[in-house]
């Protein structure tokens, strides 16, 4: 692998202490989203090596809710939860204490045992994690996008995914695969008890049960970059080879009982960065997309009840997608942006041509935020 991927938040750099202005807009909407009201109690889980200052503005905006807010600092989550000796017995405690739990993890929790989705399903708390996107950068650029007009785009696109029988995916360096029999999350309003949900907010998720194709891996959680052509081939669901040098060895150390495609997501989130960002914040760009395969168990089964203990995002920032033939996502720009009810809807917060213009450089001022 290369060294162009960044492995934890220690490899990020921090903010200058009066930035945190700069980070209230995307505060707000992190409130928003996660429908903090006042007296609740409110958990940021951070790893000791969070940007204080992003700790310092979520804080901040949950205080001024009136929220009883509540910081611990934790040991770092490990890369698709291979350490099963994580996590410590006190934040499964602390969790079902709290009413919202907002995780500024690097790697995702919900990886683990104590914290894998049906346990978030079984508690009260609604729960937020920024994983790879704590930081100043991520709160500034894609958190500011207009919550209402992500919800609608995130309506249209669930609309359109839910409705289809076919998806696939190419890109430039080879990547042709097919994905059917694929359920959708379904489109989301603000968090209710036992949701969770990234944040910036930023794409739609499906879970198919028959893919097929190859995949020419540019990044993931495993290889990071990997420095020579990597590839995994998938039928029926399941990874049938993996071809390569080191990056290939990698995988295969990775989930020695094999893998299967547990799901993957296409972003809509325009001002979300397409570059500069990490692997986890560039997957919600408005066009990019990325799969998350995971291991099958010791008998060579599939088991999406629990955490597979090896799970593998892999990201490509420029693919082109077709919906049953259709297009929908063409060398890594989303159609939907172009749809007329979705440019007028844009219109109601500022000019359409700032607000869905997917150009990373070009931030979304303050004042277009809600």
Known sequence: MTMTAPCSYLDTSTAAPLSITELMPGTYNLMEYAA???????????????????????????AYRNADVHILSTLPFSAGGWDRST?????????????????????????????????IARRRARFVSLHQAATAAALATGARFPLD???????????????????????????DITFRDFATAGHHAPLTAGMWRPFPYGGVNFYPDRTDGV????????????????????????????????AAAE??????????????????????????????????HAGAFYFGLDALTHDGAVDRGGPGH?????????PTITVDGAPFVADGRLLLLDDPEIR??????????????????????PRFAR
């Open 87 to 119: 996590p410590a017995a006190l934040l499964p405690a602390a969790h079902s204490a709290v009413d919202v739990v907002i995780s500024l993890t690097w790697w995702g929790e919900v990886h683990t045992a104590g914290l894998f989705f049906d346990e």
């Open 149 to 175: 007009l992500y919800f609608a785009i995130e309506a249209r696109a669930t609309a359109q995914l839910a409705a289809a029988d076919e998806i696939r995916v190419t890109t430039h360096l080879g990547t």
């Open 310 to 318: 090896a799970h593998c995002d892999c990201q490509f920032d420029r």
């Open 215 to 246: 995949v020419v891996i540019e990044e993931s959680t495993v290889t990071g970059v990997p420095g020579e052509r990597t590839t995994v081939e998938l039928t029926e669901n399941r990874v049938t080879a993996i071809q390569g040098g080191a």
């Open 251 to 284: 995988l295969r150390r990775y989930a020695p009982t094999g893998y299967y495609m547990r799901h993957a997501l296409i972003g809509l989130n325009p001002k979300v960065r397409s570059t500069g960002g990490t692997q986890f914040e560039r997957e919600k």
């Open 36 to 62: 903090i009201a006042a007296g609740e109690q409110v958990l940021i889980l951070a790893e000791h090596g969070t940007d204080p200052v992003v700790i310092q503005a979520i804080a901040a905006a949950a």
């Open 344 to 365: 007028v809807l844009a219109e109601k917060f500022g000019p359409a041509d700032i607000l869905l213009d997917p150009n990373p450089r070009l931030v979304l001022p």
